[in-house]
């Protein structure tokens, strides 16, 4: 019986007397113990070695990082901390490590050391578990919409349209940047470029999710969007991936509805799959806050947050109810908050967003109908002229995580609330068709992924969440 | 009971008094018979109107293309072609559809016309079966990797590096083209671009797969990549989705093993799971195929096709022997093919890929231990020196369908690689890095999912499995 992975080992609670393993060494104890992981679970298996048994020269090359085969009896484990272990009857050096300049060393790193060696951090336990848990949540999206009757749906990455006007977008070429081809009016001559015109990386898949859902249904993507904004900070990336879903004859209901349900559902799954990942993520950031002040500390650890959306009804506020309590809350009138909330038509920041989910209502919130002049134009218009069918859904800790609208249907509106941003209608012609041919009231939302790892995982800074991180400066790898 | 979605009704075989269904009218026959299409299923539900009952300026509304909300009586059908149908006790009008400028009329449209309007292109029958078996193939394989331990891991879209050389590569920036800043010796100054340095479109997840795989275990991406080059052919896309898994401590029987299995498990999912799309478009490419003279004519059916991957052990072929059988062929010796094979070293065409699967050995057929010279740097040398651990699996009707290969992991061996084809170390430093630390056999491949797409559905060209299809002057939508 040959088992494959040290998860496969860990799990087994009899004696096997010829097991067979390879992974990367973690670390090597008093000439003895060797912690062995290959990736499969957050858990090293300890492989217990008879030194006089092995020659010297062998088991100096047993060091941290060095990729090892090992073959030898699985047996209860004498030590604490593990119920299995290997006593090693053979011990092969696939790949050596030279100890003096092997850079992930068995010690805590910064995290701004392991982003400058990303291709190796997935080494350290943090994080192989939280890339576990990116690539556990993704399926989770993908079970979730499949057993929905969703259909995945490839938007385009490069786009001839740039009219969601959702940020800068970075421009992609064929065209020879020095020289690039003029017109007789000197500009750049882009109909001589790959795409016979100018071109750029999308922004949102959503518009092209709607022509698809005003056809198959329900749809959703889930790829890459960009943003060329020069945002030093956090919680930015150039380059981050999204989920769209979008639903036809759903509205605004339907759509609150389909998003507590998803979100529930998907956190749901890493909370039953995932459970070693996380309550190593959890100690971790239970570790982390002891270092801060009191004041800055999280109310809740990493499982009570996961267990905070899963376990309660997501409370559906209006904006207007919301401007209302956050102007006469203690924070607002004491001058807490950062940004004073003082009248109606106000944009939210994070802290007013936390203080309603952590503070007045206890829950995850879905704010709904905002002021139409913060919104995209996109968004149904309500009937009073001045608030539009958009909802936010605010968690702990982060704030707005998702953000979705029931769409505007009618042409005549959809025009004007173009015309008024000076969008041409030639731009999007086809959006508009689907307004021509066959249109109805439809619905969907926006989840940046990246928060949701975020948030699942309680990392703090959206670099340490996705493999290779694209920022300001920095397209290494 | 409100039933959701037609297709959720046409699997009903008992009398339902009150059902309430919304969708899109494909045909409205004889004033009374509305065929009804709402995504869910390539088959529409027959909604019986008793035209008396209703007013003729709604029924007048009833064209192709309208959304419309109908309330009735699941009943047993009357007529032929359907087991159920609806009668009629309320019909709404939602959205209108103009029948003189609807581009979508009951008829046969050319695909080049339904590209034009690909944003309504789903409204027909076999573009809704393409995106449906599209979104199920996308989901088999997630779930193929996912039961078999694989992590999913996002791959950079933009990328600093541009050394893999599979091709031209579109450039990413945010400068601005017609005034660039240049350095002092006059080139583009990228040191001030978003990135600080020049950057590309990615043309393979693979390099950054290993980094994953070296740690992890087993990992796989599937995201776009990107090619800027001027074919326009019905094979190439500038934009097109990969899936690349990557396997740490397997070898290059593995790789075949992993590949055949893989390909098995997801295309016995869609002949599980979408029968009647496989169905609907078995027939559309018989038709089609009817047109043809005798010779262009397939051999086999769609689903014969598909059929005889699943049922067939992948036949393994080292490159000599190949060539061996294809020198000596009678196609070869009667010039029947447009390249001949004279020499071994040659690179394999799809004529010749073709007659190894369909006429000599009758199956799929995974040819390995290509020339070095015609194959990527990052393939392990083997010990003859003039070929390389690479594998490509060979389909009927298409010809190569992915590529692999066991990597170099010998650090000595793959810098001497890079050197003979100018790749500056410092390029990859990150990539050298798992071979100096921790270097193990590894390997993966490569599957490029529109071409899988084509494979499943028998459409003939790219630009018809990919929703929006970005080619040399096309970026419409």
């Known amino acids: 019986m040959q088992l494959k992975t040290i998860s496969d080992l860990l799990t087994q609670n009899t004696v096997i007397p010829e097991v067979e393993i390879k992974g990367w060494v973690r670390t090597f104890r008093a000439n003895r113990f060797i912690a062995l992981n290959d990736g499969s679970t957050i858990n090293n298996i300890q492989c217990v070695v008879d030194f ?3 020659d010297e020269a062998t088991l100096k090359r047993v060091t941290t990082g060095a990729a090892i085969h090992i073959k030898g009896e699985l047996v209860e484990s004498q030590g604490k ?3 299995v272990e290997i006593q090693v009857a053979s011990l092969e050096i696939l790949g050596d490590s030279d100890p003096e300049t092997y850079p992930i060393q068995p010690k805590k790193h910064s995290f701004e050391f392991l982003r400058e060696n990303a291709h190796l951090r997935t080494r350290t336990n943090t994080f192989s578990a939280v890339m576990r848990l990116r690539s556990s949540l993704s399926f989770a999206i993908h079970k979730y919409f499949n057993e929905h009757g969703f259909y995945y749906m490839h938007s385009p990455i490069i786009t001839g349209s740039d009219a969601e006007g959702a940020g800068e977008m970075f421009k992609v070429s064929s065209l020879d940047p020095k020289n690039p081809p003029l017109t007789e009016e000197g500009k750049v001559d882009y109909t001589k470029d790959f795409f016979g015109k100018e071109t750029n990386l999308t922004v949102s898949g959503q518009l092209e999710a709607e022509t698809y859902a ?8 889930f790829g890459p969007t960009f943003r060329a904004e020069n945002s030093n900070t956090s919680r930015h990336l150039a380059e981050f991936w999204m989920i769209e879903p979008e639903v036809a004859f759903m509205d605004l209901a339907g759509n609150m509805d389909l998003a507590e349900d998803f979100m529930k559902s998907v956190i749901k799954y ?3 799959h995932n459970r070693e990942d996380l309550e190593f993520l959890d100690q971790r950031l239970q570790e982390e806050d002891k270092k801060k002040p009191q004041a800055e500390r999280s109310d ?3 499982i009570e947050k996961l267990n905070f959306v899963t ?7 209006s904006y207007t109810e919301a401007i209302d309590i956050l102007r006469n809350c203690k924070p607002n009138k004491k001058k807490k908050f950062k940004y004073l909330i003082n009248e109606w038509g106000t944009d939210l920041q994070s802290e007013h967003e936390r203080y309603l989910v952590e503070k007045h209502f206890k829950c995850p919130v879905i704010l709904f109908d905002y002021p139409a002049n913060i919104k995209a134009f996109y968004m149904r218009l309500n009937d009073d002229g001045k608030t539009v069918r958009a909802m936010d859904i605010l968690f702990p800790g982060i704030g707005e995580i998702v953000g979705g609208a029931q769409r505007e249907e009618r042409l005549d509106i959809l025009k004007e609330k173009m015309a008024a941003i000076d969008i041409p209608e030639e731009e999007l012609w086809w959006y508009l068709d689907l307004r021509k041919f066959g249109t109805a009231v439809h619905s969907g939302f926006g989840l940046g992924f990246e928060r949701l790892v975020m948030f699942a995982t309680g990392m703090s800074n959206i670099r340490d969440v996705i493999p290779f991180p694209r920022t300001p400066q920095n397209a290494e790898f």
Request: glycine share 8%; no cysteine.
């Open 52 to 54: 006089e048994k092995f």
């Open 81 to 83: 901390g593990q119920s």
């Open 214 to 221: 005003m056809s198959l249904g329900k749809v959703y993507t």
């Open 270 to 272: 890493i909370l039953e």
């Open 300 to 302: 809740m650890s990493l």
């Open 311 to 317: 376990d309660n009804h997501f409370k559906r506020v």
